[in-house]
C-alpha cells in the first residue's frame, strides 16, 4: 500500500519545536547583555534603527533578529518617530547600574559555547560552516562555499531531517489551500517533495515538478515511488537563481526557501518565478510570519535567530513578503495558516484582459 500525505498528526507538533529552539532565547539574551551592551546604550535614550545598528556595530540582518527578538521579549519598545527604547521590565532590571539590576547574572552565561557561537555570527553576519571546507554550509550555493546538500550522504540526512516537520505540515497545506484548478505544480526547492506528494494524492489529476540539487532529488524520487505518485512527480535538477525555471507551471511554491536568503536574494527569486508564471498563475510563499511590526510572536522570533545562525536568512514578515510580490507585478492576499507557525501566503499574477 502506499504512503498517504494527507492525513494530519492527531496532536499538534509546535510545542516540540518551541522547545528545540528555546535555546536561543538564553543566548539572545546573554549577547544582548554581555556582548552587545544593548540595554546600556538604549538606557540614556532611545535610538533610531539605524543609529541602533550602529551603536551595536551590527549589520541590518543581525540587528533586525537580534532587536525583533529583545521586543518579543517584551525588553524594548518603539517609541515616539519608530525610536526603539527599553520597556518598563527592561528599565528596572536591565539598565546597568539600577537598583534591581540582574545584567550580571544574565552575563553568567556569557561565555557558553552557544553564546560565543552566536555572538560571532551577529557580528560577522555570516551562517555557521560557511568559512569551513570539511563540514560546508548546508543550505548555501554560491561559488565559494562547500554546501554539504552536494554531497549524497549529509544531503540524504538533512534532506529527510527536514522532511519530519513537514510530513507534519504537508497534509494540513494541501488541506487548507486546495489546488483543483491547477494542471502543473512547480515546488521549487521542494527536497523530499512531501508537500507536492500531498497535493498529487488530493488532486489526481495534478503533476508536479521537484527542483532542487541532484542528490536530494534522489530523495524525492524515493518518497514519490513510496506514496505512490512517481508518475506524477518528475524531479529536475537546476540552480534557483541562475538556471530557466522549468516551463509550464501555473502554480510556484517556495515553502520554507525564502527564509534561507537576505532580502535581494528573496526579492531575485520571487521576480524570476512571478516572470515564468503565465496570466493568472500563482506564487505559494509557505513559511513562517514575524508580525509586521517585528516585534514577534516569540516562537517565530527564535526560529528567526536559527536560521539566521545556519542560513543567509532569517524570518520575514507578511508584510514584507507583500511588498516583495507586489514589485514583482503579482496581487497578494492574506495568510492562511497551516501547522508548526507556518502559513501559506498567495501572490497571484493579473489575468489576461480580454
Not at 74 to 100: K, M, W, Y
Not at 135 to 141: D, E, H, L, N, V
Not at 289 to 310: H, I, Q, W
Amino acid at each position: 500500500m502506499p504512503l498517504d500525505a494527507t492525513h494530519p498528526p492527531q496532536i499538534d507538533p509546535s510545542p516540540i519545536f518551541e522547545l528545540f529552539r528555546g535555546c536561543y532565547a538564553t543566548e539572545l539574551l546573554t549577547a544582548a547583555v554581555a556582548h552587545f551592551d544593548v540595554f546600556g546604550k538604549l538606557a540614556p535614550q532611545p535610538l533610531a534603527f539605524p543609529d541602533l545598528c550602529a551603536a551595536l556595530g551590527l549589520a541590518e540582518r543581525p540587528a533586525i533578529v537580534l532587536v525583533t527578538a529583545l521586543r518579543a521579549f517584551g525588553l524594548l519598545v518603539d517609541g515616539q518617530n519608530g525610536r526603539t527604547g527599553l520597556s518598563p521590565l527592561a528599565h528596572e532590571h536591565l539598565s546597568p547600574g539600577s537598583a534591581f539590576d540582574v545584567s550580571g547574572y544574565i552575563g553568567l552565561a556569557a561565555d557558553s559555547p552557544g553564546v560565543i557561537e552566536l555572538v560571532a555570527r551577529l557580528r560577522t553576519d555570516t551562517p555557521a560552516g560557511a568559512e569551513s571546507e570539511d563540514t560546508g554550509a548546508a543550505f548555501i550555493f554560491r561559488d565559494g562555499i562547500e554546501s554539504a546538500m552536494e554531497r549524497e550522504t549529509p544531503a540524504r540526512r538533512l534532506t529527510l531531517a527536514l522532511a519530519g516537520r513537514a510530513k507534519n505540515v504537508a497534509p494540513v497545506l494541501a488541506a487548507n489551500y486546495p489546488l483543483d484548478d491547477a494542471g502543473l505544480l512547480l515546488d521549487v526547492g521542494g527536497g523530499t517533495g512531501i508537500y507536492s506528494i500531498a497535493w498529487l494524492q488530493r488532486h489526481p489529476r495534478l503533476r508536479a515538478i521537484v527542483w532542487d540539487r541532484p542528490e536530494v532529488l534522489k530523495v524525492a524520487a524515493e518518497m514519490a515511488a513510496a506514496h505512490g505518485v512517481a508518475d506524477r512527480l518528475s524531479g529536475q535538477p537546476g540552480d534557483m537563481f541562475r538556471d530557466p525555471l522549468p516551463a509550464g507551471a501555473d502554480i510556484v511554491l517556495l515553502s520554507n526557501v525564502l527564509h534561507d536568503w537576505d532580502v535581494p536574494e528573496c526579492r531575485t527569486l520571487i521576480e524570476r518565478c512571478a516572470a515564468a508564471l503565465p496570466a493568472g498563475g500563482r506564487i505559494l510563499i509557505h513559511d513562517v510570519f514575524l508580525n509586521d511590526p517585528l516585534d514577534g510572536p516569540l516562537p517565530v522570533a527564535l526560529y528567526s535567530a536559527a536560521l539566521f545562525a545556519l542560513t543567509e536568512g532569517r524570518a520575514y514578515s507578511a508584510r514584507e513578503y507583500r511588498s516583495w510580490l507586489t514589485d514583482a507585478g503579482l496581487v497578494p492576499g492574506e495568510v492562511i495558516p497551516t501547522l508548526i507557525h507556518c502559513g501559506v501566503l498567495v501572490g497571484r499574477k493579473a489575468p489576461r484582459e480580454r
